[in-house]
């Protein structure tokens, strides 16, 4: 399932000149608490949730935009609508049944959530988005997903140094990109203002610009576990949001 490492860092290497524009949508600004160690890693259940045929905490909405041949769900549920915290919950589809795989603590656009996300609101996109490329400043950890190593996802030196290893490990959620190329690709194409690289990548321990941040243990699980042939898709958003 992966892409000839050869072209996606010639992509990669293309887009270098508008790179930090791109990833200016992840930066955060200021500092806040430090997050929690992830909680319930290990917690696992054989259904999930009253109906096992549905993701807990989603409503019939966003339910009915899972694709039908995804086996691999990130839920982000947001603490709430103003709120930067949230909980990322993997769940795994076993016959018609959702499973619980494993949880972690984790942060998200530094205003919130919205369903109109525009570039520079600072908050992050509510909704259902595919997973379908990873990349970061560090090697390869053995991801599933087609994965694209380069220098150029280095956060800039000017960030605040606790910032400097957000993008060590990315993982694309696909919202107002191209599927298929690398996670800081610069093409948007609903246009600038709908904003874009709204990514899975590493946390620092405050609210992003609209990605969503976890921890490094947690980032190498989702890169390892995530599997193309199971069309994970992450569905995101505050608890209120989800449920529409």
Same mark, same amino acid.
């Given at each position: ?21 791109? @990833?200016?949508? #992840? ?26 045929? /549905? ?17 691999? +769900?990130?839920? +982000? ?12 919950? @993997?769940?795994? &589809? ?16 530094? &205003? ?22 990873? /990349? ?8 599933? @997903? ?47 203002? &709908? ?15 609209? #990605?969503?941040?976890?921890? &490094? ?15 994970? +898709? ?7 949001? @989800?449920?529409?």
């Amino acid at each position: 399932m992966r892409i000839d490492g050869v072209r996606r860092v010639s992509i990669a290497t293309a887009a270098f000149g508008t790179l930090l524009a791109a @990833l200016s949508a #992840c930066a955060a600004e200021g500092h806040g608490h430090a997050a929690p160690e992830p909680g319930g890693q290990a917690r696992q259940s054989g259904t999930a949730g009253r109906d096992p045929r /549905g993701i807990p905490g989603v409503g019939a909405g966003l339910q009915r935009r899972i694709p039908a041949d995804s086996r691999q +769900v990130v839920a +982000v549920y947001g603490d709430g609508k103003d709120s930067a915290d949230s909980t990322v919950v @993997l769940y795994a &589809k076993r016959g018609e049944a959702w499973q619980r795989i494993r949880s972690w603590s984790a942060h998200n656009g530094k &205003k919130g959530w919205t369903t109109d996300h525009h570039s520079g609101d600072r908050r992050s996109p509510v909704g259902v988005f595919t997973l379908t490329d990873a /990349g970061g400043v560090l090697k390869d950890p053995g991801a599933e @997903l087609p994965y694209t190593q380069d220098a150029s996802f280095t956060a800039p030196r000017w960030w605040a140094k606790s910032h400097w290893h957000d993008f060590d490990y990315v993982i694309a959620i696909d919202y107002n990109r191209v599927k298929g190329t690398p996670p800081n690709d610069p093409t948007r194409p609903q246009g600038e203002e &709908k904003g874009g690289s709204i990514w899975l990548h590493m946390d620092h321990g405050s609210g992003t610009s609209g #990605c969503v941040s976890m921890s &490094k243990s947690a980032m190498e699980y989702l890169l390892r576990t995530l599997d193309p042939d199971q069309h994970p +898709v992450v569905v995101m958003g505050d608890r209120t949001d @989800l449920m529409s």
